[in-house]
């Protein structure tokens, strides 16, 4: 029998979540998820050495939560150049050894997410390139959690493009025009300024998550009003929004102060429980009021904004409802289940640059839970973080949407041709449909959804008769329509 360092001599194996053995990683940083079994009351940390391309190595050593669980995080990245590698992972605790391997090979796909850094003409930034490296490293996280969920889900371990970079995007606005703008009056400019610009506006595959530099924050006045709660910490943020739809995902740069500048930093920033100094920085963390909850919201908002340009619409919960307030929960074991007030979505805003008078709801008020949601939080939190995406979500897009589709042909492909076929009360489509859903004109909420799998090849959907009612009789919701090559189209009675 094997003996442990510790002395134990019980036999243990290490259960490895994600990722799987042979699987293809697509994405830079790696996340690994994993548990030591059976528990062991001596074991206190794992080993991790990860074998890269030239026999490069890196190690980590990581503690163990109660129940034995474990996740670490790798940067794949200094193989940048590199076509296809073979990796390899060797983890160790007490009696435990596991060994798996895995492939990276950087995404290739001609539908892309470009950051960009905004910049009014008159403003002048010397921290522009730490910031923008900052946004790299946030996105490149991002990415890896977009994988590591839907992968949770049942899905291809896919995940979106990133088109290099984060550059610099000077606006034709002053930092005083910038300043007197509302949120969505600040994505609709900055929508348009992107599509007129000779450098990205031609370049129809590109969709945009871009951080707005000039955003401040008045905390003297938050302190001299006495209301310290989040509605009014948002009356005194300028040049600031988090708001996406369409092709664009926009954000202010006030809450950069609780993200982490290198690899090495991000767990201390999710796990920091160092209290907001409101007086000097606004708090964005659902009441949490500390800088890892700042971080676990904005960066969730992030996730849950771009969700939105990828054509999601609202849940009840998970990433695009109430649960993008616990990314905190992706990257930690052995956190206490968190009882956060309510997100409500509000029906007000952006429209699409091109003058579509479509809404882009968004979770905006708060309000506390009720008692009886106490224990559906610690189940929801034990089981899937509370971070996680529905399974209309999950399919849509991933893994049909083109954004997710690895290394498509140059050609633009034909488009669907989808429409309602008002006598028959059908749903039809040229194409195989992959996804129904019937969302609510005022905020998006899915009400209900159908999925069908490709290989049923189905191109007609009958709606039953109470989803007619509120598609065409109350006209209170609107059909979202999803084909297996990835098309999508709105379909409501005015269109």
Same mark, same amino acid.
């Given at each position: 029998?094997?003996?442990?360092?510790?002395?134990?001599?019980?036999?243990?194996?290490?259960?490895?979540?994600?990722?799987?053995?042979?699987?293809?990683? /697509?994405?830079?940083?790696?996340?690994?998820?994993?548990?030591?079994?059976?528990?062991?009351?001596?074991?206190?940390?794992?080993?991790?050495?990860?074998?890269? !391309?030239?026999?490069?190595?890196? /190690?980590?050593?990581?503690?163990?939560?109660?129940?034995?669980?474990?996740?670490?995080?790798?940067?794949?990245?200094?193989?940048?150049?590199?076509?296809?590698? %073979?990796?390899?992972?060797?983890? !160790?605790?007490?009696?435990?050894?596991?060994?798996?391997?895995?492939?990276?090979?950087?995404?290739?796909?001609?539908?892309?997410?470009?950051?960009?850094?905004?910049?009014?003409?008159?403003?002048?930034?010397?921290?522009?390139?730490?910031?923008?490296?900052?946004?790299?490293?946030? %996105?490149? %996280?991002?990415?890896?959690?977009?994988?590591?969920?839907?992968?949770?889900?049942?899905?291809?371990?896919?995940?979106?493009?990133?088109?290099?970079?984060?550059?610099?995007?000077?606006?034709?606005?002053?930092? /005083?025009?910038?300043?007197?703008?509302?949120?969505?009056?600040?994505?609709?400019?900055?929508?348009?300024?992107?599509?007129?610009?000779?450098?990205?506006?031609?370049?129809? !595959?590109?969709?945009?998550?871009?951080?707005?530099?000039?955003?401040?924050?008045?905390?003297?006045?938050?302190?001299?009003?006495?209301?310290?709660?989040?509605?009014?910490?948002?009356?005194?943020?300028?040049?600031?929004?988090?708001?996406?739809?369409?092709?664009?995902?926009?954000?202010?740069?006030?809450?950069?102060?609780?993200?982490?500048?290198?690899?090495? /930093?991000?767990?201390?920033?999710?796990?920091?429980?160092?209290?907001?100094?409101?007086?000097?920085?606004?708090?964005?963390?659902?009441?949490?009021?500390?800088?890892?909850?700042?971080?676990?919201?904005?960066?969730?908002?992030?996730?849950?904004?771009?969700?939105?340009?990828?054509?999601?619409?609202?849940?009840?919960?998970?990433?695009?409802?109430?649960?993008?307030?616990?990314?905190?929960?992706?990257?930690?074991?052995?956190?206490?289940?968190?009882?956060?007030?309510?997100?409500?979505?509000?029906?007000?805003?952006?429209?699409?640059?091109?003058?579509?008078?479509?809404?882009?709801?968004?979770?905006?008020?708060?309000?506390?839970?009720?008692?009886?949601? %106490?224990?559906?939080?610690?189940?929801?939190?034990?089981?899937?973080?509370?971070?996680?995406?529905?399974?209309?979500?999950?399919?849509?897009?991933?893994?049909?949407?083109?954004?997710?589709?690895?290394?498509?042909?140059?050609?633009?492909?034909?488009?669907?041709?989808?429409?309602?076929?008002?006598?028959?009360?059908?749903?039809?489509?040229?194409?195989?449909?992959?996804?129904?859903?019937?969302?609510?004109?005022?905020?998006?909420?899915?009400?209900?959804?159908?999925?069908?799998?490709?290989?049923?090849?189905?191109?007609?959907?009958?709606?039953?008769?109470?989803?007619?009612?509120?598609?065409?009789?109350?006209?209170?919701?609107?059909?979202?329509?999803?084909?297996?090559?990835?098309?999508?189209?709105?379909?409501?009675?005015?269109?």
């Amino acid at each position: 029998m094997f003996s442990g360092a510790n002395g134990c001599k019980r036999v243990h194996s290490i259960e490895v979540e994600q990722p799987l053995e042979a699987e293809r990683v /697509e994405h830079s940083l790696l996340l690994v998820k994993g548990r030591l079994l059976p528990k062991c009351s001596s074991a206190r940390q794992l080993k991790a050495t990860l074998r890269l !391309r030239g026999d490069r190595t890196v /190690e980590q050593l990581t503690q163990l939560s109660a129940a034995g669980e474990f996740k670490l995080l790798f940067d794949l990245d200094s193989q940048e150049g590199v076509g296809e590698s %073979l990796c390899y992972l060797e983890l !160790r605790s007490c009696t435990g050894v596991r060994l798996i391997s895995i492939t990276y090979k950087p995404r290739n796909s001609s539908y892309k997410v470009q950051p960009l850094y905004i910049l009014c003409q008159d403003e002048q930034s010397d921290r522009e390139e730490e910031l923008r490296s900052l946004i790299d490293l946030n %996105l490149r %996280l991002v990415q890896c959690i977009y994988a590591h969920k839907l992968q949770s889900a049942g899905f291809p371990n896919r995940t979106f493009t990133l088109n290099g970079s984060c550059c610099p995007f000077r606006s034709q606005l002053t930092r /005083e025009q910038a300043l007197s703008k509302s949120e969505n009056e600040l994505w609709q400019h900055f929508a348009g300024e992107i599509i007129a610009c000779p450098q990205w506006g031609h370049q129809i !595959r590109l969709k945009f998550v871009a951080f707005v530099g000039c955003t401040t924050y008045d905390g003297p006045g938050v302190v001299a009003s006495e209301d310290t709660s989040y509605a009014n910490i948002r009356r005194h943020l300028r040049g600031h929004a988090a708001l996406g739809g369409g092709g664009l995902a926009l954000f202010g740069s006030a809450h950069f102060y609780a993200w982490p500048r290198t690899l090495s /930093e991000i767990g201390d920033c999710v796990r920091s429980t160092e209290r907001v100094d409101i007086s000097r920085l606004p708090d964005e963390s659902n009441y949490r009021r500390t800088y890892g909850g700042v971080y676990a919201s904005t960066l969730g908002a992030v996730c849950h904004e771009l969700g939105h340009c990828f054509d999601l619409g609202h849940t009840s919960e998970g990433v695009m409802g109430q649960g993008f307030d616990y990314l905190n929960r992706v990257l930690t074991v052995d956190q206490l289940t968190e009882h956060l007030p309510q997100r409500l979505v509000e029906g007000a805003a952006a429209e699409s640059a091109a003058g579509s008078a479509t809404a882009r709801p968004r979770f905006t008020k708060l309000k506390l839970q009720p008692g009886v949601k %106490l224990l559906d939080n610690y189940h929801n939190q034990r089981r899937h973080d509370s971070f996680y995406f529905a399974r209309n979500c999950a399919v849509n897009p991933w893994p049909t949407h083109r954004l997710a589709q690895p290394e498509l042909d140059v050609a633009e492909p034909e488009p669907a041709e989808i429409q309602i076929n008002w006598a028959t009360k059908e749903i039809i489509s040229d194409k195989a449909l992959r996804l129904v859903e019937l969302r609510c004109n005022r905020n998006s909420l899915v009400a209900h959804y159908e999925e069908f799998h490709p290989e049923a090849a189905v191109h007609r959907f009958s709606l039953p008769a109470s989803l007619w009612d509120l598609l065409a009789e109350q006209r209170s919701h609107y059909a979202f329509v999803l084909t297996t090559s990835g098309d999508t189209k709105r379909l409501s009675c005015d269109s």
